[in-house]
């Protein structure tokens, strides 16, 4: 079997030669550059990850949720969105993060909660008038 890296001699030093490619220098002693392969070794990366958080702050999911079906869509469905992001960062252990979305949801779901409430009074007052004038013009029909 035909090995894809060869050593040849070259000035009394080892150059490692991969197939097509120009030969590197090698420290004499020092470890060659290129594993079996023919492939660069691989660096090896630390990832720390920090434990879910167990007393995350409060998401607001369900509220988002019935404020967007209920109230005020444009505004519940950013409330939501935040909502999703304070589990996000619960899970990954960024309570900070997870407290900023908090007060973010936690904002958009009274925004929609409100923006409901206005409308559906403004609604109510708009029919209350549609209803007086309709009621005065029924009368005035009647002579």
Known sequence: MRH????????????PIVD???PQQMYPGAPPHYNVQGYPPVQQQVII???????GP?????????????????????AI??????????QTGDRQLAEINSVAARKFTCISLWVGIGVFIF????L?????FLVNHIKSLDY
């Open 128 to 132: 209350a008038i549609y209803a007086v």
């Open 49 to 55: 990850r920090q434990a879910p958080l167990t007393d």
């Open 4 to 15: 894809r890296n060869r050593l040849l001699t070259h000035d009394a030093e080892k150059v």
């Open 123 to 126: 609604t109510v007052i708009l």
């Open 81 to 90: 969105i935040k909502a999703l992001d304070v589990q996000r960062a619960s």
């Open 58 to 78: 409060k998401d607001y999911l369900i509220e988002a949720i019935l404020v967007t079906v209920c109230c005020f869509w444009p505004t519940g469905i950013v």
């Open 20 to 22: 097509g490619s120009q």
